[in-house]
């Protein structure tokens, strides 16, 4: 890892999965979270529609949301929840439902997913300590699922309070690495790219995008992904990492 210190660098700015969160580690599979998650859903969609059967949920909404997932990154935004969600609620309550209630139920089936999510051991220390040296924290990260859904999981991991801009490409209608949401990030959190680093696990989506748009960048490489020679010629790559804890430990890695 190059050392970086830099005075002008103002902001950092994370990508979420595989980076700041773990969404895929514990004893249940991805699938077995989502299960149970669609009973949750169910048992609170149930209190307002009594037509509504689980079967009905899980075979029209889920399969069927789950199914158009699997082409959402050939795509330039997410593919709104909703769409596949209120079409098998009854008309009445279809017609009624406020967004509280839709709030709720995608909580009670993104609650599983948070329950088992993981970070870094003593990635607050991390945090804290960029935190201390006056460094500005963010997320941008792609989505599927509305941003509230991470940010249950942040305030249960006990670090929604580090990152007061948070932009996530379900809640927008751009995503990485279309330049639209880094410009949005950089607006709405008086951010400049120039004086702004870009942390993430992805060549493609985080790294390349952010030297593009004169941002520094790191790569979170825990897998031992191949960087290409030119992304390390470029001046404002500032290498990779293995752990976030790199970031403040000694040799230091970003200082004001």
Same mark, same amino acid.
């Given at each position: 890892?190059?050392?970086?210190?830099? @005075?002008?660098?103002?902001?950092?700015?994370?990508?979420?999965?595989?980076?700041?969160?773990?969404?895929? =580690?514990?004893?249940?599979?991805?699938?077995? *979270?989502?299960?149970?998650?669609?009973?949750?859903?169910?048992?609170?969609?149930?209190? $307002?529609?009594?037509?509504?059967?689980?079967?009905?949920?899980?075979?029209?909404?889920?399969?069927?949301?789950?199914?158009?997932?699997?082409?959402?990154?050939?795509?330039?935004?997410?593919?709104?929840?909703?769409?596949?969600?209120?079409?098998?609620?009854?008309?009445?309550?279809?017609?009624?439902?406020?967004?509280?209630?839709?709030?709720?139920?995608?909580?009670?089936?993104?609650?599983?997913?948070?329950? $088992?999510? %993981?970070?870094?051991?003593?990635?607050?220390?991390?945090?804290?300590?960029?935190?201390?040296?006056?460094?500005?924290?963010?997320?941008?990260?792609?989505?599927?699922?509305?941003?509230?859904?991470?940010?249950?999981?942040?305030?249960?991991?006990?670090?929604?309070?580090?990152? %007061?801009?948070?932009?996530?490409?379900?809640?927008?209608?751009?995503?990485?690495?279309?330049?639209?949401?880094?410009?949005?990030?950089? @607006?709405?959190?008086?951010?400049?790219?120039?004086?702004?680093?870009?942390?993430?696990?992805?060549?493609?989506?985080?790294?390349?995008?952010?030297?593009?748009? @004169?941002?520094?960048?790191?790569?979170?490489?825990?897998?031992?992904?191949?960087?290409?020679? *030119?992304?390390?010629?470029? @001046? =404002?790559?500032?290498?990779?990492?293995?752990? #976030?804890?790199? #970031?403040?430990?000694?040799?230091?890695?970003?200082?004001?």
């Amino acid at each position: 890892m190059n050392k970086f210190i830099n @005075n002008k660098i103002a902001s950092i700015f994370f990508d979420f999965g595989n980076t700041l969160v773990h969404y895929h =580690n514990g004893k249940l599979s991805d699938n077995e *979270k989502d299960f149970i998650g669609i009973k949750q859903m169910y048992e609170f969609l149930k209190n $307002f529609d009594n037509e509504l059967s689980f079967t009905k949920l899980y075979e029209d909404f889920y399969l069927k949301w789950a199914e158009k997932l699997k082409t959402r990154n050939i795509c330039k935004t997410e593919y709104n929840a909703l769409d596949f969600l209120l079409p098998v609620l009854n008309s009445k309550f279809k017609n009624q439902i406020t967004d509280t209630q839709i709030i709720s139920a995608f909580k009670y089936f993104h609650e599983p997913t948070v329950r $088992f999510a %993981e970070c870094e051991k003593n990635i607050i220390n991390t945090l804290q300590n960029l935190k201390n040296k006056n460094f500005k924290l963010g997320i941008i990260s792609n989505s599927p699922i509305p941003g509230y859904c991470h940010d249950e999981t942040l305030e249960y991991l006990g670090i929604l309070e580090y990152f %007061e801009n948070r932009f996530y490409s379900y809640d927008l209608n751009f995503k990485k690495p279309d330049k639209k949401i880094f410009d949005y990030a950089m @607006n709405e959190s008086n951010s400049k790219f120039q004086e702004s680093i870009f942390i993430g696990d992805s060549l493609e989506l985080d790294i390349i995008p952010a030297l593009k748009f @004169n941002m520094k960048a790191i790569l979170l490489n825990s897998k031992g992904i191949y960087i290409p020679d *030119k992304i390390y010629r470029n @001046n =404002n790559f500032c290498g990779e990492i293995k752990y #976030l804890k790199e #970031l403040t430990e000694d040799p230091v890695v970003l200082e004001q």
